[in-house]
């Protein structure tokens, strides 16, 4: 089981946690894969149906991983409600930080149509030392030489 959505709440009758992830997830299939690559930082599902992702900096259009119309506007509620937001026509923008840090945000008509903009930023597993930030020129080798 994937741990990017797992969502604990109480049960009403045992007072035990239970998983939600298995009413979740459901919603979110056509681009559940992408959630399990390490190399993906952002997913972004545009209005037009459309899905692309950035892996390593660089942004490209996924061909599979669409929504069939009006799937990823329920799933997004669905997960709203989950974490105890709200979205509707009234309250169209929903930002919420899951578990392992991750960030959904979503925009919902009448705000953007005819489907739901959805973006997860996601947190990377890489740790980048010192050296590597030279090396891509994050930092600079002077910044680099006095932080050590």
């Known amino acids: 089981m994937n741990?990017?959505?797992?969502?604990?709440?109480?049960?009403?009758?045992?007072?035990?946690?239970?998983?939600?992830?298995?009413l979740i997830i459901p919603f979110l299939r056509?681009?559940?894969?992408?959630?399990?690559?390490?190399?993906?930082?952002?997913?972004?599902?545009?209005p037009d149906s459309s899905c692309w992702i950035e892996r390593e900096g660089m942004v490209s259009r996924r061909q599979?991983?669409?929504f069939a119309p009006g799937e990823l506007h329920a799933?997004?509620?669905?997960?709203?409600?989950r974490f105890g937001k709200q979205?509707?026509?009234?309250?169209?923008?929903?930002?919420?930080?899951?578990?392992?840090?991750s960030r959904p945000s979503a925009i919902i008509p009448p705000l953007v149509g005819p489907e739901p903009l959805m973006n997860v930023c996601k947190f990377g597993k890489r740790q980048f030392s010192l050296d590597?930030?030279?090396?891509?020129?994050v930092l600079f080798n002077g910044v680099h030489v006095r932080t050590k």
């Open 64 to 66: 599979d991983g669409s």
């Open 75 to 81: 799933g997004l509620e669905v997960i709203a409600n």
């Open 87 to 101: 979205l509707d026509a009234s309250h169209p923008i929903l930002n919420i930080r899951l578990p392992d840090g």
């Open 30 to 46: 056509p681009i559940e894969p992408l959630f399990g690559d390490d190399d993906i930082s952002k997913i972004m599902c545009n």
């Open 132 to 137: 590597d930030l030279v090396l891509c020129e």
């Open 3 to 22: 741990n990017w959505l797992r969502v604990s709440t109480r049960g009403e009758s045992d007072g035990e946690e239970h998983e939600s992830f298995e």
